[in-house]
């Protein structure tokens, strides 16, 4: 029996973020969006309030979930600190870690052998709200890994402040980006849970069940 979610705010990403080169060019990932447009489904069904901030994805609006379209991690980050506060924050989204320092206003022509694109950072969304006044109750992360999933997820729940981080590898088939299923392993101080391998959608129902147990 899932615990109802009447009451609480719940924000969630999802989604690539696309990182705009020149009119015509982006830097962007393989986020579908199904992952956290899962999480936000499960979480309206509660009962909950939710607000989705997400990504370009080609994907129809959970019943019940408010959604904000962005495209860019800068974007994104203004409509997560604009939708405080919260009572969770799930961070599902595939947030661009670098994004061109100078977008071009025009196309960039091809002139000649090799291009250098310079990249600057883009703001953490998760540390930064790990450390804010109006951090949510329950902050929880996702990491997308190749190798060294458990090290590098528990690295990042300490690192970002997080209370959970639910962790799933990719670039192997039947999990991680584009597909329906996925595989989590799900961390937090002192302990951790393996959910699936199911399909997204009831993944995301074990999530939940592990940030609101009561
Ligand atoms: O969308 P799908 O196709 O269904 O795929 C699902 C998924 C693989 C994208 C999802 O399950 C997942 O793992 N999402 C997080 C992907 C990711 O960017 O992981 P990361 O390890 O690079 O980032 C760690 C955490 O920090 C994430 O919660 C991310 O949202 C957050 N982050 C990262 C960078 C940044 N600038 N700001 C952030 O908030």
Redesign the pocket.
Known sequence: MSVPLDGRRIVV?????YEDIDPVRFVG??????????VAAAAARRGAEVVLVAGP?ALATPAGARRVDVRS?AQ??EA?FAALPADAY????????YTPRHPSPDKVKKTGETLVLELV?????????GVHALRPRRL??????TGDVAR??QD?LAR?R?DM????R?GVAG?????DD?A?VVYWPGGERALGPAP?TELAERLLDLVFPD
């Open positions: 990403s999802a989604g690539p973020t990932n393989r986020s579908s969006g199904k992952m956290g447009f899962a994805v991690a994104m980050r997560v799930i961070g599902a989204a595939a947030v661009a870690d950072r883009t703001p953490d969304i998760l540390a930064e709200l929880v992360g996702f990491a997308a890994e590098y997820a990042k970002k997080l981080i639910a962790a799933n990719v999990q991680g980006f584009e597909g996925n989590l997204k």
